[in-house]
T-cell receptor
Framework: GNSVTQMEGPVTLSEEAFLTINCTYTATGYPSLFWYVQYPGEGLQLLLKATKADDKGSNKGFEATYRKETTSFHLEKGSVQVSDSAVYFCALSLQGAQKLVFGQGTRLTINP | DTGVSQDPRHKITKRGQNVTFRCDPISEHNRLYWYRQTLGQGPEFLTYFQNEAQLEKSRLLSDRFSAERPKGSFSTLEIQRTEQGDSAMYLC???????????????FGPGTRLTVL
């Protein structure tokens, strides 16, 4: 079946540290890949996406590259801020299927 | 644009009771989705509508669950004879539909948190 696996959290970092949150997927066909973020008390928001192999999605200093050979879509940021504290979800969507398949989420806490 | 809204935000009910949740999508979006999220897990797809037509239902959607979108605008999700295992956050999302796009961004509401005692 189609699934997404994220690194287990929670993750705690100091401000300005480098961030990596690992995400790997299993899919039949060629999925589109996404990172969603959920800030405290708010709904899920799309952070970035990539729709084909080798695409790089980026937004707000975050980046992720669609790696077909390793079936991965790891989220990175060079220098995190306290305001990045949130839960991050990796997700996929198969072409022609509108539903999203989510990973279990990774809670990130940034300390000043 | 006020975004996707859901009502109520919280619902506490006793086992065996029926509950109904409402979702109002972004006005120009013709696709509407329901997901369920349990504590510590990612959202799981339940069902989606294009306009008033329910096009896909997950196996998670047992016979006790029913969703409607009668006029292609707001949607309701009803759970009959609630069970403690139904306790979760129920999320609604909407998206536009463009034929020349293989994916259209889904915009999520804040969710309805259901607690079944």
């Amino acid at each position: 079946g189609n699934s997404v696996t994220q690194m287990e959290g929670p993750v705690t970092l100091s401000e300005e540290a480098f961030l990596t949150i690992n995400c790997t997927y299993t899919a039949t066909g060629y999925p589109s890949l996404f990172w969603y973020v959920q800030y405290p008390g708010e709904g899920l928001q799309l952070l970035l996406k990539a729709t084909k192999a080798d695409d790089k999605g980026s937004n707000k200093g975050f980046e992720a590259t669609y790696r077909k050979e390793t079936t991965s879509f790891h989220l990175e940021k060079g220098s995190v801020q306290v305001s990045d504290s949130a839960v991050y979800f990796c997700a996929l969507s198969l072409q022609g299927a509108q539903k999203l398949v989510f990973g279990q989420g990774t809670r990130l806490t940034i300390n000043p | 644009d006020t975004g996707v809204s859901q009502d109520p935000r919280h619902k506490i009910t006793k086992r065996g009771q029926n509950v109904t949740f409402r979702c109002d999508p972004i006005s120009e979006h013709n696709r509407l989705y329901w997901y369920r999220q349990t504590l510590g897990q990612g959202p799981e797809f339940l069902t989606y509508f294009q306009n008033e037509a329910q096009l896909e239902k997950s196996r998670l959607l047992s016979d006790r669950f029913s969703a409607e979108r009668p006029k292609g605008s707001f949607s309701t999700l009803e759970i009959q004879r609630t069970e403690q295992g139904d306790s979760a956050m129920y999320l609604c999302a909407s998206s536009p539909h463009f034929r020349d796009s293989s994916y259209n961004e889904q915009f999520f509401g804040p969710g309805t948190r259901l607690t079944v005692l």
